[in-house]
């Protein structure tokens, strides 16, 4: 098994450092931090971050709200397609893609591999249908997936991870993924973990969005960020609970997994030029 990290999308909010901690000028620089993963049943993507279809032609696709709040750059190097055909494969080779959940950053590249098969929580594709109130109705786009052939659904529960209700045997993908219901971003938004030589990987998606919110000690949250995170939750306690829940699990168990979000792009950078980062 191969693990690639990938940064499928690129998001420039109006507010520097006040948002990402790092940057010096007037916008930040937030990330989509995917991964492609090679295994002996096909290529696996895990979050899609934006396709090509978003490129062409953002305003028929994404909803203007987002697309002005987030500053999002459209540019076709950033997509998953792109930089899959960068490593020599093709979009037939990507044959599941799994999903954090349904959001317009996650989902924008599912068009883009039309044989896959698309794994998600069924209370996410639930909230995703069910589009009333502000946020929810911007957020998910059904014209990023509405031509997807190839979809399985979950429910919670199963065999325990770490404390944590986990989905295990996803239909056609090896028994070292498995799906981590995470509720509090979305109704249906799970990590994804991975069982690899070098220990757990754990793509946490939205249930945190910066790195220091995982710090052993003095955990902090930008303003930014966390404004961020208040204005697009549906469930704040499970939330807080499920932050807190991960918090421990990178303390207390920081030798058996490793964990990132989705948009922290230091932790992109930190987890790319890893030498462990191909899990062989």
Not at 193 to 222: K, S, V
């Amino acid at each position: 098994m191969k693990i690639h990290h990938l940064n499928c999308g690129c998001m420039c909010p109006i507010g520097g450092s006040l948002f990402d901690g790092f940057s010096r000028g007037l916008t930040a620089h937030l990330v989509c931090h995917c991964l492609l993963i090679e295994t002996d049943r096909g290529l696996v993507l895990i979050d899609t971050g934006f396709g090509m279809q978003d490129i062409q032609s953002p305003t028929s696709r994404l909803s203007p709200f987002f697309i002005a709040f987030n500053n999002i750059q459209f540019d076709r190097k950033y997509t998953a397609i792109h930089q899959i055909q960068q490593l020599g494969f093709s979009a037939s080779d990507v044959r599941h893609i799994v999903l954090t959940h349904l959001d317009f950053d996650h989902a924008g590249g599912l068009e883009d591999f039309p044989e896959a098969t698309v794994h998600v929580m069924q209370a996410e594709m639930d909230a995703a249908r069910d589009r009333h109130g502000f946020i929810t109705s911007r957020r998910y786009r059904s014209q990023q997936w509405d031509e997807v052939k190839h979809w399985k659904f979950y429910e919670s529960g199963g065999e325990p991870w770490f404390g944590f209700k986990a989905v295990r045997d996803l239909d056609g993908l090896p028994p070292e993924i498995l799906l981590i219901p995470l509720v509090g971003h979305t109704r249906g938004h799970a990590g994804v973990a991975i069982d690899t030589p070098q220990g757990w990987l754990l793509h946490a998606g939205d249930a945190y969005f910066y790195r220091h919110e995982m710090d052993a000690a003095n955990r902090r949250c930008t303003p930014g960020l966390r404004a961020y995170q208040w204005m697009m939750e549906v469930d704040r306690a499970s939330r807080l609970l499920n932050q807190d829940r991960l918090h421990a699990l990178s303390v207390d168990r920081a030798k058996d997994v490793n964990l990132f979000c989705s948009h922290d792009a230091i932790e992109l950078k930190a987890f790319a030029h890893k030498p462990s980062s191909s899990h062989n």
